[in-house]
C-alpha cells in the first residue's frame, strides 16, 4: 500500500485542489490532506476555521465520488520553527510514502528528512490561487465556476462574502494594505 501526503491551508478548498488530490489518488492508495493553519482563522490570510475548511473538504470529496476511506484530513497548527516542522507534522499523521506539493523552501525541509517531494500539476494557477479567489469573494465577484457547489453551499451558510469584507476591511487598518481592494 502507497500512502501519500498533501499539506495545505485550503483557505477555501477549490476545483484545482480537487484536481491534485483527484491525480494523486490515481497513484496512491490513501491520502492524508493535512489542513494546515488549523489556529488561525477569522484573517484575510486565513478566513475560515479548521472545523469549517474540513467539513468544506470533505463534501467536496464526497460530491466527487472520492472513497473518504482512502483519505485521511487530518487539522494541524503551525509550528513556527523550520528545524521542528516536518518533525511536527510527521507526529500527526500515519506514515507516509510519498509526498506531493510544489513549495521549494517545504521540499528543502522534507528532503533533510529524507523525503522526496513529488511535484504536483499546476491547474491554471492564475484561476486557482487562494488570495484571489478570497479577494473575488470579499468584492462580491463570483468563484462558482471555480469552487465546488457543496463548497458554496458551505460559503454561502457562514456568510463568507461578508466575514471577508469585514476583514479586508479590519486588517487593511491595521497592516497597511489598502482598502481599494475592497468594493464598498
Not at 487539522?75 to 528545524?83: E, G, K, W
Not at 470579499?138 to 463568507?160: P, S, W
Request: glycine residues 4%.
Amino acid at each position: 500500500m502507497i500512502r501519500g501526503l498533501i499539506i495545505g491551508r485550503f483557505q477555501p478548498p477549490h476545483l484545482g485542489h480537487l484536481k491534485i488530490i483527484q491525480s494523486v489518488l490515481k497513484e496512491c492508495d490513501e491520502l492524508v490532506i493535512v489542513i494546515a493553519a488549523a489556529q488561525s482563522s477569522f484573517s484575510v490570510k486565513n478566513p475560515f476555521t479548521a472545523g469549517e475548511r474540513l467539513l468544506m473538504m470533505r463534501t467536496m470529496l464526497e460530491n466527487n465520488n472520492i472513497d473518504l476511506r482512502k483519505v485521511w484530513l487530518i487539522p494541524a497548527q503551525d509550528v513556527y520553527d523550520n528545524d521542528i516542522w516536518v518533525h511536527h507534522i510527521l507526529r500527526l499523521i500515519p506514515p507516509v510514502d510519498k509526498i506531493y506539493g510544489n513549495n521549494p523552501f517545504i521540499k528543502l525541509l522534507w528532503q533533510r528528512f529524507g523525503y522526496e517531494m513529488i511535484s504536483t500539476e499546476m491547474f491554471d494557477r492564475k484561476l486557482f490561487e487562494g488570495r484571489q479567489i478570497r479577494l473575488n469573494m470579499a468584492n462580491g465577484i463570483a468563484i462558482d465556476d471555480i469552487i465546488d457547489i457543496t463548497v458554496m453551499n458551505i460559503l454561502q451558510k457562514i456568510d463568507a462574502e461578508n466575514r471577508l469584507k469585514s476583514l479586508y476591511y479590519t486588517d487593511s487598518e491595521s497592516s497597511g494594505e489598502p482598502t481599494s481592494n475592497i468594493t464598498k
